[in-house]
């Protein structure tokens, strides 16, 4: 392809991405999904005008690092710590039971194949779409109502945070099993090699950061040196221990985000993946998504896997916060706020998408879900805190709100 050809699809690209994100935003929509439904629309299912190619997937797997990036540096270690076990609980058991509907629905759907063998994987992997978590409406709706604060909102938020880790570490098990060629003892001692690793060299690069932003405090260099670190922890990851380039960036993020210059490196970062690589990296969600090949059988699997997605969670979340003796309103308070999609969804699907766990047909199921979850979750929220006075609201001095959702 012609290089000007490609500055004609870009520019089309981001005036679609951005117009069509706008207007989701003002139907109180997330707006990835408008940038979705505006890749789906310029794409060969529809208009045509931008077709997938070798440039725009190279920018799309850049874009999805950054995003990484970035959700880690968005991470507050330090309030993540005070929460305590309780959130710790509701993130894992949130986790847990989304991955085994997910699993037990595609199995349902497609049969139940011996562990090890393509499909098996294929269902684990609907599962792990199933765990992410993004409480980004949750938390706008909480403020709105005046219970953000509160022992439910703090709560939610902490364990979408940890969901995200676990949800990350889950991913990288099971893309390493995935392997034809792999052996299910060398994938656990690679992980446990990267993370050990990563560590280490996270503690070098976290006083070496730290140094710079107390003695060259917001200078430019700072955010350059932190993008380098993301792409190196990428290419590590990957090269070496055979783990998601995704976990290294994300690591990257979690590296930084306690230092001082943190939200300036998240600030300037944010500026590449706005304008380009974020637009780009969701258009393409939508220029992979085939239309062609929705059949009946695949809108029932949509809809069962919107079910599925909404319940587990639900269920999962709601059910720890009452072992952690929450009231029952208060727990399915939590499971309801638990339940909402967003972008790492999508993150987890393209990064199956491209080591083959899952065909771009099911782009549609899990489309579907951010747009009903995002939808849904504000509706039940405001009726479950229908009468409630904020000011009612315990504000648990050990359990302060992150900042950061």
């Known amino acids: 392809m012609e290089t ?101 629905l595609y199995s349902c759907f497609y049969g139940w194949e011996a562990v090890g063998t393509e499909e098996f994987y294929k269902a684990v992997f609907m599962g792990v779409i199933m765990t992410a978590t993004s409480v980004s409406i949750t938390v706008q709706t909480l403020r709105e109502l005046g219970h953000l604060k509160g022992r439910v909102g703090t709560t939610i938020v902490s364990a979408a945070i ?63 040196y932190g993008l380098a670190l993301c792409f190196l922890l990428a290419y590590i990851a990957e090269k070496f221990f055979g783990i998601a380039d995704i976990t290294g960036a994300y690591l990257a993020g ?21 304008m380009l690589f974020g637009p780009v990296f969701f258009a393409s969600i939508g220029l992979k998504t085939e239309i062609s090949g929705v059949t009946p059988a695949i809108l029932l699997f949509s809809a069962a ?19 952690c003796r929450f009231s029952g309103k208060d727990s399915l308070k939590v499971g309801v706020g638990m339940m909402t999609r967003g972008e790492v969804a999508l993150i987890v699907a393209q990064k199956g998408l491209a ?34 006075d904020p000011s009612d609201t315990p504000s648990s001095e050990t359990q302060p709100v992150p900042e950061k959702a």
């Open 4 to 104: 000007i050809e490609i500055f004609k699809q870009l520019a089309i690209i981001i005036v679609a991405a951005k117009c069509f994100g706008l207007l989701a935003g003002k139907l109180h929509a997330p707006q990835v999904v408008g940038e979705i439904i505006a890749g789906l629309l310029i794409g060969p299912s529809v208009l045509n005008l931008v077709a997938q190619n070798d440039f725009l997937t190279r920018m799309a797997e850049i874009g999805v690092v950054l995003l990484m990036f970035l959700a880690g540096l968005e991470t507050d270690i330090k309030d993540l710590l005070k929460t305590g076990p309780i959130a710790f609980a509701v993130a894992c058991v949130g986790v847990a039971v989304p991955l085994l509907g997910g699993y037990v």
């Open 162 to 224: 940890i969901d995200d880790v676990i949800g990350i570490i889950v991913l990288t098990f099971v893309i390493g099993f995935k392997s034809p060629d792999s052996q299910p003892m060398m994938v656990v001692v690679n992980t446990v090699l990267f993370f050990l690793v990563s560590a280490a060299l996270g503690a070098i690069f976290y006083f070496f950061f730290k140094f710079m932003s107390r003695r060259y405090p917001h200078h430019r260099r700072t955010p350059i």
């Open 254 to 274: 979690i590296i930084l985000c306690s230092v001082q210059d943190s939200e300036y490196i998240a600030r300037k970062m944010d500026v590449s993946s706005y």
């Open 305 to 323: 896997f919107i079910v599925v997605a909404l319940i587990s969670k639900i269920i999962g979340c709601g059910l720890a916060a009452k072992l």
């Open 355 to 388: 080591v083959g766990l899952l065909s771009s047909v099911y782009f549609t199921s899990v489309i579907l879900l951010i747009m009903v979850s995002s939808i849904a979750t504000p509706i039940v929220l405001k009726l479950l805190y229908k009468g409630e």
